[in-house]
């Protein structure tokens, strides 16, 4: 069994920073890709950012130098970094998994909680 364990959100104010961290525990061989994404409130859960095991990273256009995707793979852990906080960025922030936890299986997505993050005005 595998679990992705989100933490670091909270509340803000705009032009601040956060950083959230997604640690993942379990059967874990290997990790293919992370991925943060976020969920305002009557939208659409949409990919903020990603990360391949080749240290690869692509970013939503609105996100682009402000925020950074990183990965620690002795630790199995992805991290955001959030800077320049905008009121838009409010959301529950989601991470993603692509996670090999067998030899004989194909590699599976796993799915965090969630965590909320707000910025106010």
């Known amino acids: 069994q595998v679990q992705l364990v989100e933490s670091g959100g909270g509340l803000v104010q705009a032009g601040g920073s956060l950083r959230l961290s997604c640690s993942a525990s379990g059967s874990i061989i290997s990790i293919n890709a992370w991925g943060w994404y976020r969920q305002a409130p009557g939208k659409q859960r949409d990919l903020v950012a990603a990360i391949t095991s080749g240290d690869r990273t692509n970013y939503a256009d609105s996100v682009k130098g402000r925020f950074t995707i990183s990965r620690d793979n002795a630790k199995n852990t992805v991290y955001l970094q959030m800077n320049s906080l905008k009121p838009e960025d409010t959301a529950v922030y989601y991470c993603?998994?692509?996670?090999?936890?067998?030899?004989?299986?194909?590699?599976?997505?796993?799915w965090g909680q969630g965590t909320q993050v707000t910025v106010s005005s």
């Open positions: 993603n998994a692509d996670i090999v936890y067998s030899d004989y299986d194909p590699a599976y997505d796993y």
